[in-house]
């Protein structure tokens, strides 16, 4: 079975700083997708970012870019120029591709708790 | 679009009575699921329908809960004889296109606390 894990159960960061969030994954498969969310106070769960296991490229989205290391199983979240609205708990997922009537469930991590200071 | 929409956003009950939640999923998803979180985890799945057949279910969904999507559109998830380890939030998402390009659109959950 496949298992997430965030070891960082909080963060802090200072305003305009740089910070990276860790995730490492165990799978037996060659092809999936990750995933961070952000969970803000409201609860929503919104999506930050998403990665193709198959593409060796490092997914990025604006202030958000990922260290993805296939082999190492690391997913890592760098957040660039922090804001004060990126204060969020942070929960890494993976998901399998689907082939072959595979799950269509994502699998989370435990989460970071990421706060911004002023 | 009002994005997913979850009724009741808190829920408290004594143990032993039955809940159902609601959810609306954003309209012309055809995909909808259903998470539970509890306080310091991370969302664990429940189950999952593509229009009104449910096709998968978590061995987390004891018999004591059900879901339904009937027509495909709104779903309801019901727990009978509620259990204090039912606390929890739980969590509607839908989606639609192609698994490849899949992107789960989030309610902001039901809250239910059981007393």
């Known amino acids: 079975a496949q298992t997430v894990t965030q070891s960082q159960p909080e963060m802090s960061v200072q305003e305009a700083e740089t910070v990276t969030l860790s995730c490492t994954y165990d799978?037996?498969?060659?092809?999936?997708?990750l995933f961070w969310y952000k969970q803000p106070p409201s609860r929503q769960m919104i999506l930050v970012i998403r990665?193709?296991?198959?593409?060796?490229q490092n997914a990025t989205e604006n202030r958000f870019s990922v260290n993805f290391q296939k082999a190492a199983k690391s997913f890592s979240l760098k957040i660039s120029d922090s804001q004060l609205g990126d204060a969020a708990m942070y929960f890494c997922?993976?998901?399998?591709?689907?082939?072959?009537?595979?799950?269509?469930?994502?699998?989370f991590g435990t989460g970071t708790l990421l706060a911004v200071q002023p | 679009d009002t994005g997913v929409s979850q009724d009741p956003r808190h829920k408290i009950t004594k143990r032993g009575q039955n809940v159902t939640f609601r959810c609306d999923p954003i309209?012309?998803?055809?995909?909808l699921y259903w998470y539970r979180q509890t306080l310091g985890q991370g969302p664990e799945f429940l189950t999952y329908?593509?229009?009104?057949?449910?096709?998968?279910k978590s061995r987390l969904l004891s018999d004591r809960f059900s879901a339904e999507r009937p027509k495909g559109s709104f779903s309801t998830l019901e727990i009978q004889r509620t259990e204090q380890g039912d606390s929890a939030m739980y969590l509607c998402?839908?989606?639609?296109?192609?698994?490849?390009?899949?992107?789960?659109?989030f309610g902001s959950g039901t809250q239910l606390s059981v007393l």
């Open positions: 998402a839908s989606s639609s296109g192609d698994r490849a390009n899949e992107k789960l659109f």
């Open positions: 799978t037996s498969e060659s092809d999936y997708y």
């Open positions: 990665q193709e296991a198959y593409k060796q």
């Open positions: 997922a993976y998901r399998s591709a689907g082939y072959g009537g595979a799950t269509n469930k994502l699998i």
């Open positions: 309209s012309e998803h055809n995909r």
């Open positions: 329908f593509q229009n009104e057949a449910q096709l998968e």
